[in-house]
């Protein structure tokens, strides 16, 4: 498998098996990094780190595994770059591709990083966009195959808002590696029609399968994986807080949808998660609309069922993958 040169940019790109690689690829340095093996293969290079939306876990990641790997990073923050205000992506992919080995970008619309990609002559990689965030699927996919032993058949059920970037990707990533994927939530919340026949399109090829449900308990009952994400995403007006918790609070992960999914599911989230009052956020919304928890109860969370930071800790062995893959 060669995947030198290729960017990343969502997994609808990338075949079953280009998949099942860079997950292979990525459960060997997580091991040889546990064993304290060092796997530094790129030393000499550099990678530029494009965020135009906030990071914790992501931009760690890519810092983390770049270093592993020998290679050097220059982070650029939401506001710290000349992009978009006084240079065009166009041009900045030009200028960085020459410089760096790999550019990872974070941001707005799936047109932006696909643009940058056109014009670059390195590897892109997509950090999370309005529509996918295919770095985060390498995580839960390596999570969910280290928990079950595997990813054929498995029954992933997404509730919350299933139309924005983790909805759609997770439903990409199911039907790619012929997983069940059922999206739980007010239909006003489904995916697009259009990514749902092309996820149905592939399911019908891999084994997998993708339904579409507003009932509860028969789309959380009996499955293995139970996901959900923060009802309002970064760059989302505050105006839509209050329409958020009234529409999707019956989608809520809570001890009723664990037990009725069963006792060998678990909790799966890419974090960050609204499940106290400990965050700002959190606080003012607990103030404003007399909530403790939002998208997951904080008994859930952490239950010994929450797979969420073993799901935070894979960012990293992932993304090392995708970067020693391609550059
Ligand atoms: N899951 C995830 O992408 O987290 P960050 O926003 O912290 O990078
Ligand atoms: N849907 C969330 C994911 C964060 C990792 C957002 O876009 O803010």
């Known amino acids: 498998m060669d995947l030198k040169g290729r960017d990343f940019l969502k997994l609808l790109d990338f075949t079953t098996e ?11 340095l997580k091991d040889k990094k546990k064993k304290g093996i060092p796997v530094d293969t790129h030393r000499g290079k550099n990678v530029a780190l494009i965020f135009e939306k906030t990071s914790t876990r992501t931009r760690c990641a890519f810092e983390v595994a770049a270093h592993d790997l020998g290679m050097g990073t220059t982070y650029l923050d939401p506001s710290g770059s000349q992009i978009g205000k006084k240079e065009s992506i166009a041009d900045t992919a030009r200028v960085l591709a020459g ?6 970008y974070r941001g707005f619309e799936q047109e932006i ?3 940058l990609a056109r014009y670059s002559k390195v590897p892109v990689w997509n950090g999370l966009t309005n529509e996918f965030h295919p770095t985060q699927m390498l995580a839960d996919l390596l999570t969910i195959r280290e928990h079950f032993g595997r990813l054929s058949g498995i029954k992933l059920t997404y509730m919350g808002d299933a139309r924005y970037n983790m909805g759609n990707s997770l439903m990409v990533a199911c039907a790619k590696m012929g997983m069940h994927f059922t999206a ?9 029609q259009e990514l749902v026949a092309e996820c149905k399109a592939i399911a019908a090829q891999t084994g997998g399968s993708i339904t579409l449900t507003e009932d509860v308990k028969a789309g959380t009952g009996d499955v293995d994986v139970i996901y959900t ?3 309002v995403s970064m760059g989302e007006p505050d105006e839509v807080w209050s329409e958020r918790i009234r529409e999707l609070s019956p989608y809520q992960v809570n001890k009723g949808v664990m037990d009725n999914a069963g006792e060998k ?32 109860t904080n008994e859930v969370f952490e239950s010994p069922q929450s797979l969420v930071f073993e799901e935070a800790e894979n960012r990293m062995h992932t993304i090392k993958a995708v970067m020693a893959a391609t550059v």
Do not use: Q, S
């Open 184 to 192: 739980c939530t007010t239909a006003k919340y489904f995916p697009a």
């Open 18 to 28: 280009e998949i099942t690689y860079l997950l292979d690829l990525a459960a060997d």
């Open 99 to 104: 410089m760096y080995e790999g550019i990872e």
């Open 229 to 231: 994400d923060v009802w």
């Open 265 to 296: 599911a678990v909790f799966m989230h890419c974090l960050p998660a609204f499940h106290d009052l400990n965050t700002g956020i959190g606080k003012e919304m607990g103030e404003r609309f007399g909530i403790t928890e939002m998208e997951v």
């Open 113 to 115: 990083v696909e643009e």
